[in-house]
Structure formats: C-alpha cells, structure tokens
C-alpha cells in the first residue's frame, strides 16, 4: 500500500526572489471578499511587496508542501510592532494557516521585546483579529478610498512569555 504521509505546514523565513508571488497572494486574499476590480487596483500598491522589504523586516511564509500558503510581515514603530500583512490564500482559507500565522506573529513580535501588536484591519478581517484577542482602540483613514474608515486594533503583548520561544 502507497500511502503518503500527512505534511504538516511550516513557517520560515521569506526570500527575496518570493517577492511577486507573496504580492500576489495578497492581492487575490484581498480579492476574497468581493471587492471590485478598482478598488483591489487602488490597492495593488499597498499590497506590493518589495525584495528589499522581505530583506529588510521580518516576513514569514506558511508552506506545506513547498507551497507558499499565506504570510505575514511585521515593521516596528514607536510603540510596538505593526501587523502589516497576514494574507492566506483563498483556496487555503478555513483551515487554521491563519491562525497559525497569527500564533506565529505574536511570538515573533514578544520575542523581539514588543509590548503591542498594532493591526491597521480591513472590515472583513476584523472578526478575525477580534477572536484572536486583539481590540478595536479606534478607526484609521484608507489611503485607497475616501471617506473609508478601517478598524484599528491593538493586542496587548508580554514579551516574558515568549523570551525563548523563537531561539
């Protein structure tokens, strides 16, 4: 009986030469909950995601497989850590890579001694980020559409509980 094993997904670091397909990945993500064309156009630049950005922060990508799933890219600032990117694949999505992602992102920015992770959201990920425990501390303006107000959240983080996680 040729049975294959069961591959369970990993996380690593991302590669520069990745850089158009995690681009990619997030564009269809993005395109996942229905937005017209124009819109996910005016947002191609802020779903872009450089060789030198990849080379730069720190940005991990879920594969099982030696297939690129999802990922996620952090950036400090004053106060923390922001969440830039958590995309998953469309046809991947419902099955925990998300999830796993987060887990991921929140070891990784306790590790590097953050003591919040902020997250910019967009509306339908919201419910996502809520169950994960973060909390809606206000609404930031798109720089895509006008008028457009996306949920601002935070997680509250304790870098002693992942000290040694990452090492």
Request: glycine share 6%.
């Amino acid at each position: 009986m040729n049975e294959r094993a069961e591959v369970s997904p990993s996380i690593r670091r991302a590669k520069p030469h990745e850089a158009e397909l995690l681009s990619d990945i997030a564009l269809r993500s993005k395109g996942h909950w229905g937005y017209d064309a124009e819109f996910l156009e005016r947002c191609r630049p802020l779903l872009t995601i450089s060789s030198d950005e990849i080379s730069k922060l720190p940005i991990f990508v879920l594969e099982m497989d030696r297939r690129i799933l999802g990922f996620y890219g952090l950036r400090e600032f004053e106060r923390g850590m922001e969440l830039l990117y958590l995309f998953v694949e469309p046809s991947a999505m419902h099955r925990g890579y998300g999830k796993l992602l987060w887990n991921h992102a929140v070891e990784t920015a306790s590790a590097a001694g953050s003591r919040r992770l902020l997250i910019e959201s967009d509306p339908f990920a919201e419910p996502f980020y809520l169950a994960m425990g973060a909390r809606r501390i206000g609404l930031a303006p798109s720089s895509v559409q006008p008028g457009r107000r996306l949920p601002l959240l935070e997680l509250p983080l304790d870098p002693e509980l992942h000290k040694s996680t990452l090492t």
